[in-house]
């Protein structure tokens, strides 16, 4: 099953690579970053991000996690011009660096408790009898504090709005995709395969975090003028919702999660893609303002960011209904029903920041209409994402 896993997330982080690549060099050239380290250091993150997808020990995950975070502090500053991607880059290294410290300090403790480094050994001698081993709850403890600056899992999210905005706009539609699945390849590793013996000691937090992650992402997003700011908040949503589907500790459960990086991976991707291709990446083009009447100007671009929204905001026939949907089954089966009324809740206010990016892309322009030519692998790419989220969202059973 773990080779099958690492299958898995290989080839959708390949998939996530190749499909960065085809949409890359439009937006370098246009900003001027056309440089052959781009490629160099996009490739280390992903190998970096297989290696954490495939991990079975603790220092291979520590290794996977330091490779793509160094790979992607250099990329969120590769607008070594721009202020705002300097910035970017300076925040991620440093709340990156303090995450990193929490990681390692709380590998540091589980070995302690345990005297192994190896998944399958920590899982051994992890009984039900260990759940009163403080060692051992503090190492996990801080593992996951670790891992959820990865996924940007509320309350450790704080870099991820400035980042997402500051870094270049590719950059971060690789990031907010790739990142988030290899690391709850690793979450999804350690909860569910290690530590299921004591899961009454992991739940609550877990629950929590998902919990504060759907309510911060959510209520914050709504706020936002600035289209890649909230499109970092529904990410940490999203992170809360995928985060429901480990609580159950069963096989339907990962499975619903699994089903959920993927097509949250398809959908984001399409509508980060857009931004990139709206124009340069520059500001002006991602304040929402920018995107009025999109249909009129760019009617192939607002026709597949619908698609994308609908799909965030988990509304059918699209696959992000599905993948809300296996979510809530595996609670409902395991009778969770605190996070899933709030879920259900959640995913209502939603509707409201995701139907209002149609609704301002509807609108009449202010100025002039004009038709603008998209590049063709931009457009093989977008066109390709919005058939697989709706084609997923007819025939989920696909992938499953």
Do not use: C
Not at 225 to 248: C, E, F, Q, T
Not at 264 to 275: L, T
């Amino acid at each position: 099953m773990a080779d099958r896993l690492a299958a898995f997330f290989n080839v959708l982080l390949i998939a996530i690579t190749i499909l960065t690549v085809l949409i890359s060099p439009r937006f370098l050239r246009a900003l001027d970053l056309d440089f052959g380290e781009y490629y160099i250091l996009l490739l280390g993150a992903t190998a970096g991000m297989m290696l954490l997808a495939a991990a079975t020990s603790l220092m291979t995950i520590f290794l996977g996690i330091e490779l793509l975070s160094v790979s992607l502090y250099v990329l969120s500053g590769f607008a070594r011009t721009a202020l705002r991607s300097q910035e970017a880059a300076l925040k991620y290294l440093l709340l990156g660096g303090f995450a990193t410290g929490f990681l390692l300090y709380g590998m540091a403790l589980i070995y302690g408790a345990t005297g192994s480094t190896t998944l399958h050994g920590i899982a051994a001698l992890t009984t039900p009898a260990a759940s009163g081993n403080v060692l051992l709850l503090v190492g996990i403890a801080l593992l996951t504090v670790g891992l959820a600056f990865k996924v940007s899992a509320a309350p450790f999210h704080m870099w991820t709005p400035d980042v997402y905005e500051g870094a270049p706009t590719i950059v971060t539609t690789f990031m907010s995709v790739a990142t988030k699945a290899a690391a709850f390849a690793a979450i999804g590793r350690i909860f569910i395969a290690t530590f299921p013996s004591i899961s009454s000691r992991w739940y609550f937090p877990l629950a929590l975090i998902a919990i504060f992650s759907l309510f911060i992402g959510n209520l914050v997003a709504i706020t936002q003028d600035n289209i890649k700011r909230m499109l970092a908040y529904s990410g940490v949503a999203h992170a809360g919702y995928i985060l429901l589907g480990v609580l159950p500790g069963t096989t339907q459960g990962f499975t619903a999660t699994l089903f959920y990086i993927a097509a949250y991976a398809v959908m984001n991707f399409g509508a980060f893609a857009v931004v990139t291709a709206i124009g340069a990446g520059g500001e002006q083009t991602a304040e929402l303002s920018y995107w009025r009447g999109l249909f009129y100007r760019r009617p192939f671009l607002a026709t597949v960011m619908t698609i994308f929204m609908l799909s965030l905001a988990g509304i059918p026939p699209t696959v992000g209904f599905f993948a809300k949907l296996f979510v809530f089954q595996a609670l409902v089966t395991a009778q969770i029903w605190a996070p899933l009324v709030v879920a259900v809740i959640m995913t209502i206010v939603s509707f409201y920041y995701y139907l209002r990016v149609i609704v301002v892309m509807l609108a009449q322009p202010d100025g002039a209409v004009a038709e603008s030519r998209v590049g063709f692998s931009t457009s093989t790419v977008l066109g390709a994402a919005a058939v697989v989220t709706v084609v997923l969202g007819v025939f989920p059973s696909v992938v499953l």
